[in-house]
């Protein structure tokens, strides 16, 4: 048998960039042989091993036929037989359908190496369009690769769109989309990301609550970028350049929703976006079985996002009531989270970006005066129950009265 490197590590080590997980092919071999040799098997039907030691994944060499919808609906043929060119032929960029034997000699049947120094994501077959996820992964891959200068190849985006209008990316898995859709957020330019499925039409399909964005203007002088895509975009761009985790990225992208649901007769003002929103950041959550803290800090930030702006104008009460609603004396992090994407909306705007947010450090100091109120003097005085309740907000509010007289305006 032969065994080569593939894919990823191939990739990345020709451009020069850290090799982190490697991915094999192992041509010439049976599936008695890799057992024999301490392999694991890693799926009942799917000829992918794990080595004894190092845990790497290895293949055997394959051949896929379609025979259905969606990933479920493909057949491999894997034997002795089965080349390395016809391997890498099923594979979905040229610049993923390299290999590499223990020399570092390489084998590169569809020029891949044309493509990484003509930065080019390009498709390697027409089998391509056999699996709608491929969609996503090369709008993944321009997203990291973006810093590089690499594009789609315009007959590859062609074809990403066609497979889009053909409806199979209905057939996607909500499991398959969101990884995905979560490793393309944490990439330097996730913004990239929604912008290569926007022009191939997936986001229509996969996210039309976030396609709807485009083409809604808002109030020049809050937003001199005017268009909501538009900003959407320029937040998620602020969240990864201040590197914020997965929580915020996805909530900045689903944040403004409801501004899509404006009549056009109201535009470019926004009458209760915030809540109207909801709904429709609900739907997006559960489409893609979105993990739970995702989920929530999504509709928290979509619902209070402009408390957050407004921090220092709001009245003791409302803030009280914004920290109850974040359960900050639990869940100090969470409410860190939902300040830090206030704070990349408010910089995700056209020349705005180096803007100071002095929001967010009102909002923590707030955090802290509400939090430092003690329980046990209350409890000493005989409070019980739902009266203790009642005092223990009554010394929040006491506190953060005090908190807005002392605040520098
Ligand atoms: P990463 O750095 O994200 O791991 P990778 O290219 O190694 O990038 P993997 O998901 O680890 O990506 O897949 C390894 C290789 O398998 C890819 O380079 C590609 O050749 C092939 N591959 C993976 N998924 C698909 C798919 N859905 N369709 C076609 N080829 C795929
Ligand atoms: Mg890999």
């Not at 005017?226 to 997965?246: F, M, N, W, Y």
């Not at 803290?293 to 709001?314: F, I, K």
Request: charged share 30%; aromatic share 8%; glycine share 8%.
């Amino acid at each position: 048998m032969q065994i080569y490197k593939v894919g990823g590590a191939v990739r990345d080590r020709l451009l020069g960039k850290p090799v982190t997980d490697i991915d094999w092919v192992v041509v010439g071999a049976t599936t008695e042989e890799m057992l024999a040799k301490g392999f694991r098997p890693v799926g009942a039907d799917f000829p992918v091993f794990l080595h004894p030691k190092s845990g790497e994944e290895y293949a055997l060499a394959r051949t896929e036929r379609k025979n259905g919808r969606g990933y479920g609906g493909f057949i491999f043929h894997a034997s002795p037989d089965v080349t390395l060119e016809e391997d890498l032929i099923r594979r979905d960029l040229t610049i993923n359908a390299m290999a590499e034997d223990d020399q570092q000699n390489l084998t590169d049947p569809y020029h891949g190496q044309r493509d990484l120094e003509a930065r080019l994501l390009r498709h390697v077959s027409p089998a391509f369009a056999e699996d709608p996820l491929r969609v996503l992964r090369v709008a993944r891959f321009a997203a990291r690769y973006a810093e590089l200068g690499f594009t789609v190849a315009p007959e590859t985006l062609e074809l990403m769109r066609q497979l889009t209008e053909s409806g199979e990316l209905e057939a996607l898995t909500p499991e398959r989309s969101w990884k995905e859709i979560a490793r393309a957020l944490m990439e330097d330019q996730p913004q990239v990301f929604i912008k290569v499925l926007r022009e191939c039409g997936a986001l229509k399909v996969l996210m039309p609550e976030v396609d709807a964005l485009f083409g809604v203007p808002q109030p020049e002088a809050h937003h001199p970028e005017i268009d909501t895509g538009v900003h959407t975009l320029s937040v998620l761009e602020q969240a990864a350049l201040h590197k914020q985790p997965l929580t915020v990225r996805w909530a900045c992208l689903l944040h403004d929703l409801g501004k899509g649901l404006t009549p056009e007769e109201e535009w470019p003002r926004h009458i209760a976006h915030e809540h109207k929103g909801l709904k429709l950041i609900k739907a997006v959550n559960e489409r893609f079985k979105a993990p739970k803290d995702c989920q929530e800090l999504a509709l928290l930030v979509g619902e209070y996002h402009t408390h957050g702006h407004r921090a220092l104008e709001l009245k003791p009460s409302t803030l009280l009531e914004l920290l109850q609603s974040f359960d900050v004396y639990r869940r100090p992090q969470r409410f860190e989270e939902f300040i830090a994407a206030c704070e990349m909306d408010a910089r995700g705007r056209k020349g705005l970006e180096q803007r100071s947010y002095p929001q967010a450090d009102y909002l923590r100091g707030a955090a802290t005066a509400a939090r430092s109120v003690a329980v046990q003097p209350l409890l000493e005085k005989g409070f019980k129950g739902p009266e203790l309740g009642e005092a223990i907000k009554g010394e929040r509010l006491k506190a953060l009265k005090a908190y807005k007289a002392a605040a520098p305006t």
